[in-house]
Nanobody, 125 residues
Framework: QVQLAESGGGLVQPGESLRLSCAAS????????MGWYRQHPGKGRELVAS???????NYADSVKGRITISRDNAKNTVYLRINTLQPEDTAVYYC???????????????????WGKGTLVTVSS
């Protein structure tokens, strides 16, 4: 009923920048907080940044100053810009949204955590 399409990942060199996008589509009724998590190889998933519908953002201490989260409510899209990429930024990045949507049974469903499939970012020279 809802799809989260993540894009923008890939292989980049240290020091470069990239922008990840996550577009939500489907029978969406409303979107709440949107965010990005990442998972390093062999480790758990951790919050990178989140943003409310009013544009209030929250960042993990480990990425403050290098990462900017933004959203376009008209496009149901959240972005994550990462500057000065470092090898330790190598991870799978997951989009996470809070939303309500219309189910296949035409009833409203709300979920606090709706996940994308992830996009791999590899930082290597």
């Amino acid at each position: 009923q809802v799809q989260l399409a993540e894009s923008g990942g890939g292989l980049v060199q240290p020091g470069e920048s990239l922008r990840l996008s996550c577009a939500a589509s489907g029978r969406i009724l409303n979107l709440g907080v949107m965010g990005w998590y990442r998972q390093h190889p062999g480790k758990g998933r951790e919050l990178v940044a989140s943003i409310t519908t009013d544009g209030i953002s929250n960042y993990a201490d480990s990425v403050k100053g290098r990462i900017t989260i933004s959203r376009d409510n008209a496009k149901n899209t959240v972005y994550l810009r990462i500057n000065t990429l470092q090898p330790e930024d190598t991870a799978v990045y997951y989009c996470n949204v809070e939303l309500c949507y219309t189910s296949a049974y035409d009833s409203p469903v709300c979920q606090r955590d709706y996940w994308g499939k992830g996009t791999l970012v590899t930082v290597s020279s």
